[in-house]
T-cell receptor, first 112, second 118 residues
Framework: GNSVTQMEGPVTLSEEAFLTINCTYTATGYPSLFWYVQYPGEGLQLLLKATKADDKGSNKGFEATYRKETTSFHLEKGSVQVSDSAVYFC???????????FGTGTRLKVLA | GAVVSQHPSRVICKSGTSVKIECRSLDFQATTMFWYRQFPKQSLMLMAT?????????EQGVEKDKFLINHASLTLSTLTVTSAHPEDSSFYIC??????????????FGPGTRLLVL
């Protein structure tokens, strides 16, 4: 079946540190992959996405590359800010459907 | 663009009453909307898929008579929690897929509705 596995948090970093949040998936066919961010008390916001192998999604300094050979979609940012503190969700959408399968989310806390 | 709103943002009700939550796509039409439930510090659980003009499709284990979904227009879906009980307290989030031709897959999420049943 389809599933998404994210690294467990919380992840605590100092401002300007490098961020990696690991995400691996299991899926048949060619799913689309997404990263969403949820700030405290809010809904989810699309951060970036990739729809085919080797695509790189990027937004607000974050990026992730769709790696089919390793079934991964790791989220990276070169220099985090306090304002990046949030919960990050990796998700996949199996090809031919709209449904999302979410990972469990990774809480990021950035300290000044 | 692609803004989704929910109303109310927060609601407190007594046990046994019903609560209606609205989900609107403000600047696009959406044939398909989704309803999720999120428990504290946990991921989103898909409850049902709401299709304009037809019956909602519920995920396994979700009571359709408990969580009534109506998708009467291309910009509005409602979730009614009937005879709410304290265990229904949760954060309910909707999402919408732009387009009426069924070929777009990015979901845009509403800000969520926090329900507290006393």
């Amino acid at each position: 079946g389809n599933s998404v596995t994210q690294m467990e948090g919380p992840v605590t970093l100092s401002e300007e540190a490098f961020l990696t949040i690991n995400c691996t998936y299991t899926a048949t066919g060619y799913p689309s992959l997404f990263w969403y961010v949820q700030y405290p008390g809010e809904g989810l916001q699309l951060l970036l996405k990739a729809t085919k192998a080797d695509d790189k999604g990027s937004n607000k300094g974050f990026e992730a590359t769709y790696r089919k050979e390793t079934t991964s979609f790791h989220l990276e940012k070169g220099s985090v800010q306090v304002s990046d503190s949030a919960v990050y969700f990796c998700a996949l959408s199996p090809s031919g459907t709209y449904k999302y399968i979410f990972g469990t989310g990774t809480r990021l806390k950035v300290l000044a | 663009g692609a803004v989704v709103s929910q109303h109310p943002s927060r609601v407190i009700c007594k046990s046994g009453t019903s609560v209606k939550i609205e989900c609107r796509s403000l600047d696009f039409q959406a044939t398909t909307m989704f309803w999720y439930r999120q428990f504290p510090k946990q991921s989103l659980m898909l409850m049902a898929t709401s299709n304009e003009g037809s019956k909602a499709t519920y995920e396994q284990g979700v009571e359709k008579d408990k969580f009534l979904i109506n998708h009467a227009s291309l910009t509005l879906s409602t979730l009614t929690v009937t005879s709410a009980h304290p265990e229904d307290s949760s954060f309910y989030i909707c999402s919408a897929v732009p387009g009426t031709t069924g070929n777009q897959e990015t979901q845009y999420f509403g800000p969520g509705t926090r329900l507290l049943v006393l």
